[in-house]
């Protein structure tokens, strides 16, 4: 497979903040950032391996600062490290004053996605090179978050195992 530089899978969504996507304080729900996230990189996962791809997980979503009813929200996203079948997407997600032109990082994340086939089964990606300075940054340290992000599903398959399907109060 050919390899592809991370600004190949570059995508950047804008979305106006409303008064449907806001809590009591007037601010963006979470979890309507985090929609707007996975969908920003699923779309830059999908670009990149030009297969259809899963969601495999959400390392990290660090909300940083809160977005206003009426501002607008950017995102954008980009393949920063690929595996044989996964792909390490990077999200920056960008609040604006639109009467005022204010912006500032509200939040970044870390997803992990797999490319599946019509079975739903994993398949090869391409191979992904960095070329600007941020891109390399994010490039050189993949790999220990890599790492991380096993031992966390590690610990997180044992605790599910733990834990079972019943609900603590059903327990024996």
Excluded at 140 to 166: C, H, I, L
Aim: hydrophobic share 40%; charged share 25%; with cysteine.
């Amino acid at each position: 497979m050919e390899k592809k530089a991370c600004a190949y899978s570059l995508t950047v969504k804008t979305s106006h903040v409303l008064p449907p996507d806001t809590n009591a304080h007037g601010t963006l729900f979470g979890g309507k950032l985090m929609a707007h996230i996975d969908d920003v990189a699923a779309i830059a996962a999908e670009r990149h391996a030009r297969k259809q791809v899963v969601t495999a997980s959400t390392d990290s979503v660090d909300f940083l600062a809160p977005v206003k009813e009426g501002h607008s929200i950017c995102l954008e996203s980009f393949v920063t490290w690929t595996h044989h079948t996964s792909m390490e997407v990077f999200v920056k997600a960008v609040a604006e004053d639109l009467q005022t032109g204010s912006r500032q990082v509200c939040a970044t994340a870390f997803l992990t996605f797999v490319a599946v086939n019509d079975q739903g089964k994993p398949i090869s990606v391409p191979p992904v090179y960095p070329e600007s300075e941020h891109e390399k940054m994010l490039h050189d340290r993949a790999p220990v978050r890599a790492e991380y992000r096993n031992e966390r599903r590690k610990q997180s398959k044992e605790m599910a195992a733990e834990f079972g399907t019943d609900f603590p109060w059903h327990r024996g």
